[in-house]
């Protein structure tokens, strides 16, 4: 995959209005975070395709929109255009719709569901306003929050029961979530912190090969959409087996 320099995402369609909700949307990163749901649905003893889009729903208006909004708010890693009035009325909008999601299963599912809803409410802005002194920003608790956290909601909203195949699709999202930070991580330093690479790669042979900031992304930005799409179609194809 060819590698752009000049944009803050590989997926990043440019400048203009819809250049900046592409970017600021994440699109493979939601899709990827919103397949944990999915994930943790599938493995569900009962499986309820009704709950399922409700919860793909609420976690797309807090991951796909609200977090974001308030990341770009924060310290304005993509450098959009959107002012901080729309940011801030994207993120309270999705937020609140979320929420009010959660708030119906708790009335139609089950009680227990408050704790999820409480937790997510509650750590989306923490950690995505670095709140605390940025103390819940870190790798593990994104690895947490939007690895670990989906999964185990997805199971069980279905379920309506912690079991050891939610906790372990959970795991298993976690470990897959680092796995992404490892990736994403240096990327972003390389593509928003880094104004030029020089040096040079010593062959076996003796030959050269120059290093470029494109051919250090190349492969980053490669993996990561390998994976964000691997995860989309894992996930469609244990929902599909299930319906």
Request: aromatic letters at 8%; glycine letters at 10%; proline letters at 5%.
């Amino acid at each position: 995959m060819p590698a752009s320099t000049d944009r803050p995402a590989f997926y990043a369609l440019g400048r203009g209005r819809l250049g900046d909700l592409v970017t600021l949307l994440h699109p493979p990163y939601t899709a990827w975070h919103l397949s944990y749901v999915a994930l943790g649905a599938a493995v569900a003893p009962r499986f309820h395709v009704d709950r399922l889009l409700w919860a793909l729903a609420a976690f797309g208006l807090a991951v796909g929109v609200a977090a974001h909004a308030l990341d770009e708010l924060h310290d304005r890693p993509l450098g959009t255009r959107f002012s901080d009035r729309t940011l801030i009325a994207l993120s309270v909008v999705s937020l609140a719709g979320a929420l009010a999601i959660g708030v119906a299963g708790v009335l139609t599912v089950s009680v227990w569901l408050v704790p999820f809803v409480l937790a997510g409410a509650l750590f989306l802005p923490a950690y995505n306003l670095e709140l605390i002194g940025g103390r819940l920003h870190g790798d593990l608790w994104f690895a947490v929050g939007w690895g670990a956290f989906p999964a185990l909601t997805g199971y069980f909203v279905n379920a309506e029961k912690v079991a050891l195949p939610g906790l372990l699709i959970a795991a298993g999202c976690l470990v897959m979530s680092v796995a992404q930070r490892r990736l994403s991580s240096p990327a972003r330093e390389l593509r928003r912190r880094t104004r030029s690479i020089s040096g040079v790669r010593t062959l076996p042979d003796g030959g050269a090969e120059e290093l470029t900031l494109a051919g250090l992304l190349a492969p980053l930005d490669g993996a990561l959409a390998a994976l964000s799409l691997a995860i989309v179609l894992t996930a469609c194809a244990l929902v599909i087996a299930r319906l």
